[in-house]
């Protein structure tokens, strides 16, 4: 089930509407509907081969769709797609530098090559992603996060309204990645930029994004808001005892507000639970073994590879 709403008040950046990407005989995408509210920090899910990537090069215009439509800021025909994509900064793969330029050079070029007006662009990006002292480097001794710094300087010279990243933070050591996802909090926040990222670091996705879709072998299983997620995945507790339908009873009556089930191995499992103690207790106190009772800590992977397997109601 997707968490989104079709009421027309709601602005989206990208609406994409039964989209499907075939090549040859192999389809990267199959009927994908998916929805990027204006605003929004998306994190799109997937694994290798999943069609991230070729989802993202569809919006860019790098790739076409072979069905279904494709839509920026509500704008879907060829020549207002052209220019909407004048407004969106994109980094797909490697960011396009150029190993015996400068940094500050390469900015430059990139000003001028989209028609950017005042060198003081330049500066700004620079300051923007923290490589003041890196400008007179060439770009080929850059660490790889002074790299993905520079491709994100690039994307954002023509001050767009939609960041489209493909794997950012992909091979980034964790101070690098700390650092990185700082940088796309403040531009989300003060400059109100909507971004749509991939990533297979699934941990770090749950502390950025807004808003989450899923992609499985070209489908979109689900796609939800990180409010959404955070109720699924709400830490859960499980719990053995000798009467399993006696002990339901009693969770029913003294705590009528409790969200539990009763599991085919008779185990129960609580959800938005209180702390393990009072369910021990309320075992002992009604003459009831506790077999076993294990506190679950669940997290974005857990719901991604549940959903893949075909569950989609909880961690």
Do not use: W
Request: glycine letters at 8%.
């Amino acid at each position: 089930m997707n968490d989104h709403t079709t009421d027309q008040t709601i602005n989206y950046a990208i609406e994409a509407k039964h989209v499907s990407k075939s090549y040859g005989d192999l389809r990267a995408l199959n009927n994908v509907s998916l929805h990027v509210r204006t605003g929004s920090i998306y994190g799109l899910i997937g694994d290798n081969g999943a069609g991230k990537s070729t989802f993202l090069k569809l919006l860019a215009g790098h790739i076409f769709p072979t069905s279904g439509e494709i839509r920026l800021f509500g704008q879907f025909e060829e020549k207002a797609l052209l220019r909407c994509r004048r407004q969106c900064g994109v980094m797909i793969e490697q960011p396009g530098i150029f190993p015996n330029m400068t940094v500050e050079n390469t900015l430059e070029y990139y000003r001028i090559q989209k028609g950017i007006p005042g060198k003081e662009k330049v500066e700004e990006m620079l300051r923007l992603t923290n490589l003041t002292e890196k400008r007179k480097s060439r770009c080929r001794k850059l660490s790889l996060g002074q790299k993905q710094r520079l491709g994100l300087a690039i994307a954002m010279i023509g001050e767009p309204q939609l960041l489209i990243l493909d794997e950012p933070i992909n091979g980034l050591d964790p101070s690098g990645i700390i650092e990185f996802r700082r940088l796309l909090l403040r531009l989300n926040e003060e400059r109100r930029i909507t971004i749509l990222l991939s990533s297979h670091i699934l941990t770090e996705l749950q502390q950025t994004a807004t808003h989450f879709g899923f992609l499985s072998r070209g489908k979109l299983l689900e796609e939800l808001s990180a409010e959404t997620l955070a109720n699924k995945c709400a830490d859960y507790l499980e719990i053995a005892v000798s009467d399993p339908e006696a002990y339901a009873a009693l969770l029913t009556r003294r705590y009528p507000d409790t969200s539990f089930q009763v599991l085919p191995d008779r185990t129960i499992q609580i959800h938005r639970c209180l702390e393990p103690e009072v369910y021990s207790s309320l075992a002992a106190q009604n003459g009831l073994a506790v077999r076993t009772l294990t506190m679950h800590q669940s997290s974005l992977e857990d719901y991604y590879m549940n959903l893949k397997n075909g569950g989609n109601e909880t961690c």
